[in-house]
Antibody
Framework: EVQLVESGGGLVKPGGSLRLSCSAS????????MNWVRQAPGKGLEWVSS????????YHADSVKGRFTISRDNAKNSLYLQMNSLRAEDTAVYYC????????????????????WGRGTLVTVSS | EIVLTQSPATLSLSPGERAALSCRAS??????LAWYQQKPGQAPRLLIY???NRATGIPARFSGSGSGTDFTLTISSLEPEDFAVYYC?????????FGQGTKVEIK
């Protein structure tokens, strides 16, 4: 079955750290770019971070830049989000999401929309 | 940052009716717009990518149109399972951004 499964969420105090993981199965993980998207309780969707298939390209939202780091291990079919200096406003469900790539001899194009989502993991930042 | 404005915020319709949801961008997106559906307690699901391409497994009653700054998601005849929140998302520029969502509710 093609799926993404997030883990690592929980309750953490302001200023604390947490590492989220996303395990991929049912598809060739190393051929896709990956993303983290979050949703605060009762709010809309907010893009957080993206990483290309070979980790050559990495992007972070300004709201998390310098505090969060996205990474991946293609040998383990896993995506990660290291979150440091957490704030109350980081409280959200964090989704792992996949973006397709198209490879040619000359280049790789990434289609930065999200064609597969995990069920999410809840991060609560509170004292 | 590209701002996406969705309208209306809430759409109250009956099953069988046609729904038209709007997404307007603060600058041109060419066709780099996607639409998602989210039901309570569930992850979003991709419906449409690059303005008018249906994702795998999406019923034909869902269609997308538009280019530049004005886009529309149309549901030709609402089924009970279509009542949900819909988001648009642009991939024209970084940062990737979403609209605030349109809730389609049962009238």
């Amino acid at each position: 079955e093609v799926q993404l499964v997030e883990s690592g969420g929980g309750l953490v105090k302001p200023g604390g750290s947490l590492r989220l993981s996303c395990s991929a199965s049912g598809f060739t993980f190393s051929s896709y770019s990956m993303n983290w998207v979050r949703q605060a309780p009762g709010k809309g969707l907010e893009w957080v971070s993206s990483i290309s298939s070979s980790s050559s390209y990495i992007y972070h939202a300004d709201s998390v830049k310098g505090r969060f780091t996205i990474s991946r291990d293609n040998a383990k079919n896993s995506l990660y989000l290291q979150m440091n200096s957490l704030r109350a406003e980081d409280t959200a469900v964090y989704y792992c999401a996949r973006s397709p790539e198209e490879k040619t001899v000359a280049s790789t194009a990434v289609y930065w929309f999200f064609d597969l989502w995990g069920r999410g993991t809840l991060v609560t930042v509170s004292s | 940052e590209i701002v996406l404005t969705q309208s209306p915020a809430t759409l109250s319709l009956s099953p069988g009716e046609r729904a038209a949801l709007s997404c307007r961008a603060s600058q041109s997106l060419s066709s780099y717009l996607a639409w998602y559906q989210q039901k309570p307690g569930q992850a979003p699901r991709l419906l449409i990518y690059d303005a008018s391409n249906r994702a795998t497994g999406i019923p034909a009653r869902f269609s997308g149109s538009g280019s530049g700054t004005d886009f529309t998601l149309t549901i030709s005849s609402l089924e009970p399972e279509d009542f949900a929140v819909y988001y648009c998302q642009q991939r024209r520029n970084w940062p990737l951004t979403f609209g605030q969502g349109t809730k389609v509710e049962i009238k």
